[in-house]
């Protein structure tokens, strides 16, 4: 699969290949930097409902709220709705497909996919990889 690269100076955040390798374990690096899918059913993201809030685990920057996550049945933790301004949208035609691919507004790292097949209100779908998202329980 051929690697997706923004031109420099596009995020606010910006790492070299070896400062994000120091940073992120390897299944992040390989989800947030370089576009790969964690197999479905492995991310224990999916089935906490606690309230709190996702945050990408590049950079930090709050993408989810507890509150719009839903139990999707795919093996990856969903939500309807992001958080105004965190995320950022491209088409991805990777894969004989074409795809709504979801990545962090602030460093661009590739969380997911986002389809329209989601619960109301939105009727979104937010289909994210777990490795590149970090929860915080909220109140503790």
């Known amino acids: 699969m051929a690697t997706k690269t923004a031109p420099a100076g596009t995020y606010p955040v910006e790492k070299t290949e070896a400062e994000w390798r120091q940073l992120l374990t390897g299944d992040q690096f390989a989800v947030l930097r ?10 224990p993201l999916d089935k906490i409902y606690d309230a709190g809030t996702y945050y990408c685990a590049g950079c930090g920057n709050p993408l989810f709220d507890s509150e ?46 986002v389809f329209p097949d989601g619960p109301r209100p ?19």
């Not at 370089?34 to 479905?40: F, N, P, V, Y």
């Not at 990856?76 to 958080?83: C, G, T, V």
């Not at 939105?122 to 503790?140: A, H, I």
């Open 34 to 43: 370089k576009h790969a899918t964690e197999r479905a059913g492995t991310s």
């Open 68 to 113: 719009t996550k839903f139990n999707s049945g795919t093996g990856w933790p969903s939500f309807y709705d992001a958080k105004e301004g965190a995320i950022g949208t491209t088409t991805d035609r990777s894969f004989f497909m074409t795809r709504t691919e979801v990545h962090c507004a602030k460093c661009g790292g590739h969380l997911g996919h």
């Open 122 to 140: 939105t009727g979104q779908r937010y289909c994210m990889n777990g490795v590149s998202l970090k929860f915080e329980k909220r109140g503790g």
